[in-house]
C-alpha cells in the first residue's frame, strides 16, 4: 500500500491542460523530500519526465512542469496529445522506520 | 548511448531462488547508485533495493528484507539481485535503473526493458 497517493484516472482533450496530483505526508513530501515523475506507455519501462520537483531532464517538452507545496505535489501536461496517454507515477523518500524510496499510486492519462 | 539490459527472469517455485543481472553501458558503471524497482501485473511501481557506486551502502524495501541481496560487480559492468525464499507476491517485471541521487533525494534516469520473474506451483 503506497504513501503517496495519486488519483486513479484523468482526462482529456487534445490540446488541453491537466493537472496530476500526488499527495503525502509529513514523512515524506512535507518532510521535505524531493518528488520526481515517470511516465510509463503500455507495455514499456518508465521514463524520467521530471526530478528534482520542478527540473525536466533534457529530451522532455516544456509541455510537462512540476510543482510541489506542503505535502503534495502536482505534474501539468499542457497541449495535451495522444502520445501523452500513458500511466504516471510520482516518487519520493519516505523517513518513517529505516526509510524507503516510495512511488505513487500512479494515474491513467486518457486523450 | 545509455543501456541497461536485465536477464535472469523465469518461473520459479514458492520458496525457491533467482538471480537477477544488469548489464550496464554507456557511462561508467563505477560513477552512479543504481536501483531495482517491480511491478507486478497491471499494478504500480514498488521499488526494492537501491546501491551505492561503491557498494558501500544498500537499502531494501521491507517486503524484501532479508530475501534479497543487491550487489554489483563494477569490473563487469554488472548489477546484481539474489533473490531467495520467493513468495508468489514477488511475481513481476523487474527493473534496474540508474540512479544519479543519493537515496533519499535521488531518482532514476535510465532503465532497463525489465525481466519477468514469476513465482507459481
Known amino acids: 500500500q503506497s504513501v503517496l497517493t495519486q488519483p486513479p484516472s484523468v482526462s482529456g482533450a487534445p490540446g488541453q491542460t491537466v493537472t496530476l496530483s500526488c499527495t503525502g505526508s509529513?514523512?515524506?513530501?512535507?518532510?521535505?523530500?524531493?518528488v520526481h515523475w515517470y511516465q510509463q506507455r503500455p507495455g514499456t519501462a518508465p521514463k524520467l519526465l521530471i526530478y528534482?520537483?520542478?527540473n525536466r531532464p533534457s529530451g522532455v517538452p516544456d509541455r510537462f512542469s512540476g510543482s510541489k507545496s506542503g505535502t503534495s505535489a502536482s505534474l501539468a501536461i499542457s497541449g495535451l496529445q495522444a502520445d501523452d496517454e500513458a500511466d504516471y507515477y510520482c516518487?519520493?523518500?519516505?523517513?518513517?522506520?529505516?526509510?524507503?524510496?516510495?512511488f505513487g499510486t500512479g494515474t491513467r492519462v486518457t486523450v | 548511448e545509455v543501456q541497461l539490459v536485465e536477464s535472469g527472469g523465469n518461473l520459479v517455485q514458492p520458496g525457491g531462488s533467482l538471480r537477477l543481472s544488469c548489464l550496464i553501458s554507456?557511462?561508467?558503471?563505477?560513477?552512479?547508485?543504481m536501483v531495482w524497482v517491480r511491478q507486478a501485473p497491471g499494478k504500480g511501481l514498488d521499488w526494492i533495493s537501491y546501491?551505492?557506486?561503491?557498494?558501500?551502502?544498500?537499502y531494501y524495501a521491507d517486503s524484501v528484507k532479508g530475501r534479497f541481496t543487491i550487489s554489483r560487480d563494477n569490473a563487469k559492468n554488472s548489477l546484481y539481485l539474489e533473490m531467495t525464499s520467493l513468495r508468489p507476491e514477488d511475481t513481476g517485471v523487474y527493473y534496474c535503473?540508474?540512479?544519479?541521487?543519493?537515496?533519499?533525494?535521488?531518482?532514476?534516469?535510465?532503465w532497463g526493458q525489465g525481466t519477468l520473474v514469476t513465482v507459481s506451483s
Open positions: 516518487q519520493s523518500y519516505d523517513n518513517r522506520l529505516s526509510g524507503s524510496r516510495v
Open positions: 528534482g520537483n520542478v
Open positions: 546501491i551505492d557506486a561503491h557498494s558501500i551502502t544498500m
Open positions: 535503473a540508474r540512479d544519479p541521487g543519493g537515496f533519499s533525494s535521488g531518482w532514476s534516469d535510465y
Open positions: 509529513t514523512s515524506n513530501i512535507g518532510a521535505p523530500y524531493d
Open positions: 554507456g557511462f561508467p558503471s563505477n560513477a552512479y547508485s
